[in-house]
């Protein structure tokens, strides 16, 4: 089945623990993106990859780091997380990326909550 | 920031009713995407709409796009209780790799 995996689903946490939230699609796309949703403010984009190696920041980066060492993996890393971090996750993928009208695959969503 | 905004907020209606929600983006674009959500899950792909078409329709749903105005609607006749849901727009940019969602539309139709 296609889809777009992700782990954990829930992740209670401390200020300053670093954590890492993986995603994984088996599609063969090569647009990956992470997503933050919080109340009142929709869906905002973290970082993005191209391709393999390629990343590059969304709209709210700060506080996130990204990989992409293989096509179908796309972690999100808190290298330090603060209580501003907590929110609902979204790994999503698409074949081409942008302007290809194409649409977006999304994974189950990671619901993290740092103390 | 280039996101999008919806309107309205919240929307209740009967079930039978049509849907309508309104979506306002702010930067040139290529496509219109329109995504639903079920009470925090993942958000599942609705329907597409170029920046050179003017409607589309796809089964109980019809999506329209005037680009002059950067905003877009989404309507859903005929609408069922399964309908109850959150729905966000979303666009990418004209010569970026970014994707812009809107802040969401809370439908409630009520059986």
């Known amino acids: 089945e296609a889809q777009v995996t992700q782990n954990p689903r829930y992740l209670i946490t401390v200020t300053g623990k670093k954590l890492t939230v993986t995603c994984s699609q088996n599609m063969n796309h090569e647009y990956m993106s992470w997503y933050r949703q919080d109340p009142g403010l929709g869906l905002r984009q973290i970082y993005y990859s191209m391709n393999v190696e390629v990343t590059d920041k969304g709209d709210v980066p700060e506080g996130y780091k990204v990989s992409r060492k293989e096509k179908r993996n796309f972690p999100l890393i808190l290298e330090s997380p603060s209580p501003n971090q907590t929110s609902l996750y979204f790994c999503?993928?698409?074949?081409?990326?942008?302007?290809?009208?194409?649409?977006?695959?999304f994974g189950p969503g990671t619901r993290l909550l740092v103390l | 920031s280039q996101q999008g905004e919806e309107d309205p907020q919240a929307l209740s209606i009967q079930e039978g009713e049509n849907a309508t929600m309104n979506c306002s983006y702010k930067?040139?674009?290529?496509?219109l995407q329109w995504y639903r959500q079920n009470s925090g899950r993942g958000l599942v792909h609705l329907i597409l709409i170029r920046s050179n078409e003017r409607e589309k329709h796809s089964g109980r749903l019809r999506v329209t796009l005037d680009t002059s105005k950067k905003s877009s609607s989404l309507l859903i006749t005929a609408s069922r209780a399964a309908d109850t849901a959150s729905y966000f727009c979303?666009?990418?940019?004209?010569?970026?790799?970014?994707?812009?969602f809107g802040t969401g539309t809370s439908l409630t139709v009520i059986p």
């Open positions: 930067t040139s674009i290529n496509n």
């Open positions: 999503a993928s698409s074949l081409r990326g942008t302007r290809r009208a194409e649409t977006q695959y």
């Open positions: 979303a666009t990418d940019e004209l010569a970026g790799n970014q994707f812009y």
